[in-house]
């Protein structure tokens, strides 16, 4: 009984957040509009500025403030990408290997992860991988994901020791009278989520790293959702969280 009423506050949790995440699709799809045209001209006249700075025709303090100012435009045109996705009609589905996408978003992370000192490994025991479902919108679930966990972790930069760890599984789940699921599990060793943030984390806007947007697990789960999987959040067995995605 405690399993289900925990199960039970656990959909009512994520409905909630659902209904929310469709107003900020309704949202982000009317200010993406508003905001594209003018932040591409911004990064236009940059990059033309970047150039003028190679090639020494302004001062190197002022390339310097021109570099740093386009890495912002970038970190707000990821921002607006991803309040967009949320407001995008599915994309035709079509048949995919959920380990190869895994790769590739391993793959992606990879430098990030060893400027952070932080390991990850592989364990993919599914003995079937094929969904069905928008492959690019499931590589940006598990890109926020994976990004996530490796940003939590911890590593010993005293020592030079590798110490942060993010473990990622995959394993075969039945579903009640319906066609067989894949698992995803993404492990990491950081501090954990606090009890009282696990039913927020989902809901668009909310955020506890600084300079975040609050958006990737909201749309991460209206994403999952809509491919007739779940995620939800749990506790590592020793420290840390542990996400859980089911296709």
Do not use: W
């Amino acid at each position: 009984f405690r399993v289900m009423a925990g199960r039970i506050r656990e959909m009512l949790a994520q409905v909630e957040a659902g209904r929310q995440t469709a107003v900020l699709g309704r949202f982000a799809v009317e200010l993406g509009h508003e905001i594209r045209n003018p932040l591409t001209s911004v990064k236009l006249n940059l990059q033309s500025l970047e150039r003028d700075a190679r090639e020494g025709r302004i001062p190197e303090e002022s390339g310097a403030a021109v570099s740093m100012s386009l890495r912002e435009v970038h970190r707000l045109d990821q921002a607006l990408r991803t309040a967009l996705r949320v407001g995008r009609p599915a994309a035709p589905a079509r048949t995919y290997s959920v380990h190869a996408i895994l790769d590739e978003s391993v793959a992606l992370l990879q430098s990030e992860a060893t400027s952070r000192q932080v390991v990850i490994t592989r364990d993919n025991s599914a003995v079937a991988d094929c969904a069905r479902g928008d492959p690019d919108a499931v590589r940006g679930v598990f890109v926020n994901v994976l990004l996530n966990a490796i940003q939590a972790t911890a590593s010993d930069a005293d020592t030079g020791r590798l110490t942060g760890h993010v473990h990622v599984a995959t394993s075969m789940a039945a579903q009640d009278a319906g066609p067989s699921a894949i698992v995803v599990m993404i492990r990491d060793d950081g501090p954990g989520i606090p009890a009282d943030l696990k039913d927020r984390v989902f809901h668009p806007f909310f955020t506890t790293k600084q300079g975040g947007t609050g958006l990737g697990l909201s749309v991460s789960l209206q994403t999952v959702q809509a491919l007739g999987g779940s995620i939800r959040i749990i506790d590592a067995p020793a420290r840390g969280a542990e996400v859980v995605i089911t296709l």
